[in-house]
């Protein structure tokens, strides 16, 4: 998967098990990065990646990546292994 990858509203929506009238919110209020086209708006996969780690930063700081890791998709499960919150960026 591509972070620049177009998502529609539905696409996102079913992704992360919201209503598609959540992801217009998210939008309309700027939580979420969209653009209209039409009538229907466009969202690329990276800015929902932007999204989810913003909320994650926000509502959790103990599940911030540590301040010394050079990805902020890194996250540490319970077990003390790495594992990613969101898929690298390819090179």
């Not at 079913?14 to 990065?33: C, D, F, N």
């Not at 708006?41 to 989810?52: C, K, S, W």
């Not at 909320?55 to 010394?68: R, T």
């Amino acid at each position: 998967m591509r972070d620049d990858d177009i998502l529609t509203v539905g696409q996102v929506a079913a992704q992360l098990h919201v209503t598609p009238q959540t992801v217009r919110a998210w939008i309309e209020s700027g939580k979420l990065r969209g653009g209209r086209v039409g009538k229907a708006y466009m969202i690329l996969r990276g800015d929902v990646y932007a999204m989810i780690e913003q909320a994650a930063a926000e509502n959790e700081p103990a599940l911030a990546a540590p301040s010394d890791s050079k990805d902020p998709g890194e996250m540490w499960n319970r077990a003390g292994q790495r594992r990613l919150l969101v898929p690298p960026s390819p090179a």
